[in-house]
């Protein structure tokens, strides 16, 4: 992504309607172990159970009204 992408802390995904990852950051590639090629068009819920995240706790209902406006301020997501 962007320089600016490069700055943030937290994990940024860019998915499709499918929840195919298009686009993320490297911190998304540090927390999985996964290199950047290996994240691009995986299922952004498959990637993340592999990398030991098993809460998504408001993710899954974001990530399932995709086509509308999210609101965040309730997601989290927690590595067991």
């Not at 490069?6 to 998915?15: E, P, Q, T």
């Not at 499918?18 to 686009?23: A, E, V, Y």
């Not at 490297?26 to 030991?52: C, F, H």
Request: charged share 20%.
């Amino acid at each position: 992504m962007g320089t600016k992408h490069g700055c943030i802390r937290d994990a940024v995904l860019l998915v499709d309607s499918n929840g195919l990852i298009l686009r993320c950051n490297k911190v998304l590639s540090t927390l999985t172990g996964k290199t950047y090629e290996e994240l691009l068009n995986g299922k952004w819920q498959d990637i993340l159970l592999e990398g030991g995240f098993t809460s998504f706790s408001g993710l899954r209902s974001a990530m399932n009204s995709i086509t509308q406006p999210v609101d965040t301020s309730s997601v989290s997501i927690r590595r067991s």
